[in-house]
């Protein structure tokens, strides 16, 4: 029933910038906070950011400054602006949404690939 599809994936050069987004489909009534996470290979998944539904927002210290993250609670879609990206950002980000009452969703992905 509820659906996320993350787009805007792809392979950029270092210090390039890429710009992340997910739309979000389906019977949400309520939600408590949106965001990204990252899993790259041989690597945990991660947090890079999350924003409540009061506006307030959380960064990865290995992406603060250079990463910003927006949503629009109404039409359920969350954004990464990503600047000044490192081979290190090199993961499949993956979006969700967490419910007021404690429902986690999750798209499926989309791969961000940065060269040297």
């Known amino acids: 029933q509820v659906q996320l599809v993350e787009s805007g994936g792809g392979l950029v050069q270092a210090g390039g910038s890429l710009s992340l987004s997910c739309a979000a489909s389906?019977?949400?009534?309520?939600?408590?906070?949106m965001g990204w996470h990252r899993q790259a290979p041989g690597k945990q998944r991660e947090l890079v950011a999350a924003?409540?539904?009061?506006?307030?927002?959380n960064y990865a210290d290995s992406v603060k400054g250079r990463f910003t993250i927006s949503s629009d609670n109404a039409k359920i879609t969350v954004n990464l602006q990503m600047n000044s990206l490192k081979p290190e950002d090199t993961a499949a980000y993956f979006c969700?949404?967490?419910?007021?009452?404690?429902?986690?969703?999750w798209g499926r992905g989309t791969q961000v690939t940065v060269s040297s």
């Open positions: 389906g019977s949400i009534f309520r939600l408590d906070a």
């Open positions: 969700y949404v967490q419910t007021n009452r404690g429902t986690y969703y």
């Open positions: 924003i409540t539904s009061g506006g307030s927002t």
